[in-house]
């Protein structure tokens, strides 16, 4: 994986080669935008509607982080027994923008979805096995505090396919036949 500063936009950050373990699954995840409570206290912390997820930052890029201001959180971890924590940034995902994220799946096969995923789409993302994925992440400074926030721009996402899978999506793509549920077996 490789995290740099964009050369022609130092306001934001290109994320080349991220995976499952980077951007972060299950309770780290939050493409749909559900509301999220404190299992403990039962407290909000997501409110319906924001849609988010957590970019897990490796020891190589946290003085990166750190430069650029941003809320780095952390968890789990056990400092007596020599353990660091998990450390991450939270990613907005910001759907009622005036340029709205630009987000597609790679097929097995390596191409591209043409069109961008309708935002009622997003939620199979917070589910995916992510192979490998690249970001564009725009930055914004809070006049407030000063803190970083990181917002999706684009990205592309390849999921996790079995082999069966692959070798057929392959072959009904090469002779040009389209899956339809209604056929018979």
């Known amino acids: 994986m490789i995290i740099q500063v ?27 935008g559900n509301e999220r409570r404190n299992p403990n206290t039962g407290t909000i912390i ?9 970019l897990r930052i490796t020891d190589e890029y ?18 007596e027994e020599g353990e660091a924590p998990l450390r991450y940034v939270k990613v907005n995902v910001n759907v009622d ?8 799946i790679i097929k097995s096969n390596n191409t591209i979805e043409p069109t961008g995923m309708p935002v009622d789409q ?17 930055m914004s400074t809070s006049a407030n505090d000063g803190m970083t926030s990181l917002w999706l721009n684009v990205g592309r ?11 057929w999506d392959v072959k009904m793509e090469e002779e040009g036949v389209e899956p339809n549920i209604n056929d018979e077996i």
């Open 6 to 32: 964009d050369p022609n936009n130092s306001r934001r950050l290109l994320v080349y080669g991220a995976d499952n373990t980077i951007i972060m699954g299950k309770k780290f995840r939050n493409f749909e």
């Open 46 to 54: 997501n409110s319906k509607g924001n849609r988010n997820f957590n």
């Open 62 to 79: 946290l003085d990166l982080f750190r430069s650029l201001n941003c809320r780095i959180k952390e968890y789990g971890g056990n400092p």
């Open 97 to 104: 923008s005036q340029i709205p994220p630009d987000l597609r």
């Open 122 to 138: 997003y939620k199979n993302l917070d589910k995916m096995f992510i192979v490998y994925a690249d970001l564009t992440i725009g």
């Open 157 to 167: 996402f390849k999921q996790y396919t079995d082999p069966i899978t692959e070798k």
